[in-house]
Nanobody, 122 residues
Framework: VQLQASGGGFVQAGGSLRISCAAS????????MGWFRQAPGKEREFVAA????????LYVDSVKGRFTISRDNAQNTVYLQMNNLKPEDTAVYYC????????????????WGQGTLVTVSS
């Protein structure tokens, strides 16, 4: 599976951005997907996850009510809509695929994209 994240950029605090993760090599509808992020000087952390069907989602507490993960299996793409962005959301955002597992831990994910940078100014 190859994952290509895109849509990152520069935005002011309070603004919105949608990032995408397009997959090739396999049909994503069978697999759970996750978004992670790594801020400068920090370890990579879980942000959100969605099941293959899209019926279940998980979020880290710090983004609940602001971020929404979704997927379009026909387009083999997963999205992360980010609203009311804060400077602490600045990070490189990575998408990942879990073939047969569900959860927040990075070890559960089998394939990773290259990341897209989101910068939020105060």
């Amino acid at each position: 599976v190859q994952l290509q994240a895109s849509g990152g950029g520069f935005v002011q605090a309070g603004g919105s951005l949608r990032i995408s993760c397009a997959a090739s090599g396999r049909t994503l509808s069978n697999y759970n997907m996750g978004w992670f992020r790594q801020a400068p000087g920090k370890e990579r952390e879980f942000v959100a996850a969605i099941t293959g069907s899209g019926r279940s989602t998980l979020y880290v507490d710090s983004v609940k009510g602001r971020f929404t993960i979704s997927r379009d299996n026909a387009q083999n793409t997963v999205y992360l809509q980010m609203n009311n962005l804060k400077p602490e959301d600045t990070a490189v955002y990575y998408c990942a695929v879990s073939i047969a597992r569900w959860g927040r831990a990075q070890a559960l994910y089998d394939y990773w994209g290259q990341g897209t940078l989101v910068t939020v100014s105060s």
